[in-house]
């Protein structure tokens, strides 16, 4: 049995899908940093240490500045340019940017859905041009809602 569906939109997730792997990124700075590579991992999820930090960055409710404040010494790096040095491995997947391209050019209405990285000087999507590739764009820290929250998507 054959179906076809006529789709009007897609929304896509920005960290893994439209970019490269987040915990790629993740490993990648602790590798660099002579750190565990799991160490960002784990002191996001201590309670004591940054469990919290992370979802009060995407939902806007802490700033990029006020979190590197407590995530430099927990995990013993240097502040400066903290976020930019965290997230430097992210790259733009190409494929599914070509595919969203075509999708787009097809009269399918893009969006872009991220847990994004706060407000403050260091804008991680300013090298992908968000807005020229997508129809939508929501980034978590500028609606106060994060994924997996229900509200996010509507």
């Keep these: 049995m054959t179906t076809s569906a006529q789709y009007r939109a897609l929304t896509a997730d920005f960290g893994g899908v439209v970019s490269t792997s987040f915990h790629g990124a993740l490993r ?5 940093e002579g750190l565990a590579p799991d ?3 784990r002191v996001f999820s201590l309670d004591g240490g ?3 930090l992370l979802t009060d960055l995407e939902c806007g409710a802490m ?3 006020q979190v ?16 930019e040095r965290i997230l430097a491995d992210l790259d733009l997947e190409h494929v599914v ?17 991220s847990n994004s990285s706060g407000a403050g000087l260091y804008d991680p999507y300013r090298p992908y041009d968000l807005p020229a590739r997508f129809d939508v764009v929501v980034l978590s820290h500028e609606v106060g809602l994060r994924k997996p929250e229900p509200a996010i998507f509507s």
Excluded: M, S, W, Y
């Design 28 to 32: 990648g700075f602790c590798i660099r």
């Design 97 to 113: 940017a070509d595919a969203i391209g075509q999708l787009r050019r097809n009269g399918i209405r893009v969006a872009v859905l």
């Design 63 to 65: 700033t990029q500045q």
């Design 50 to 52: 940054a469990k919290g």
């Design 39 to 41: 160490a960002l991992e």
């Design 68 to 83: 590197v404040g407590h995530l430099a010494p927990l995990l013993g790096v240097d502040p400066d340019r903290l976020l």
